[in-house]
């Protein structure tokens, strides 16, 4: 990652936030406010990645967001959902939806392995 830093005052050096992890930081709040969702970033690669539940991490690359959808290709490879980085209301909301299609999978998941007597 490359830091960027704009100058202070008496030769101090502040750092420029990096516009994707603006974008991420947004969508992290957005997700909190309106859907009750708890989310943590990190930086992966240098990339600032968002994680919200496992096999759901959202990224922001030159303006865009990406994250897994859950499907695969006829060639078995990850179908990745996209969504610009100017809709983060957007972006948030679809992220939303399918965290609780996740979610539902799961309690879908621990209910059959229940009734398997399996849980």
Same mark, same amino acid.
């Given at each position: 990652?490359?830091?960027? *830093?704009?100058?202070?005052? @008496?030769? $101090?050096?502040?750092?420029?936030?990096?516009?994707?992890?603006?974008?991420?930081?947004?969508?992290?709040?957005?997700?909190?406010?309106? *859907?009750?969702? $708890?989310?943590?970033?990190?930086?992966?690669? &240098?990339?600032?990645?968002?994680?919200?539940?496992?096999?759901?991490?959202?990224?922001?690359?030159? &303006?865009? @967001?990406?994250? $897994?959808? &859950? !499907?695969?290709?006829?060639?078995? !490879?990850?179908?990745?959902?996209?969504?610009?980085?100017?809709?983060?209301?957007?972006?948030?909301?679809?992220?939303?939806?399918? *965290?609780?299609?996740?979610?539902?999978?799961?309690?879908?998941?621990?209910? !059959?392995?229940?009734?398997?007597?399996?849980?």
């Amino acid at each position: 990652m490359t830091m960027h *830093y704009m100058p202070g005052s @008496f030769g $101090e050096r502040h750092p420029i936030p990096d516009p994707a992890l603006v974008d991420i930081k947004q969508v992290q709040s957005i997700l909190k406010l309106n *859907y009750v969702i $708890e989310a943590d970033w990190s930086w992966i690669d &240098g990339v600032p990645v968002l994680s919200i539940w496992t096999g759901l991490a959202l990224w922001s690359i030159n &303006g865009t @967001f990406f994250w $897994e959808t &859950g !499907r695969r290709s006829r060639r078995q !490879r990850p179908v990745y959902a996209s969504h610009p980085t100017t809709d983060p209301d957007g972006a948030a909301a679809r992220i939303a939806r399918h *965290y609780h299609d996740l979610r539902a999978q799961e309690g879908l998941v621990v209910h !059959r392995l229940a009734a398997a007597g399996l849980a």
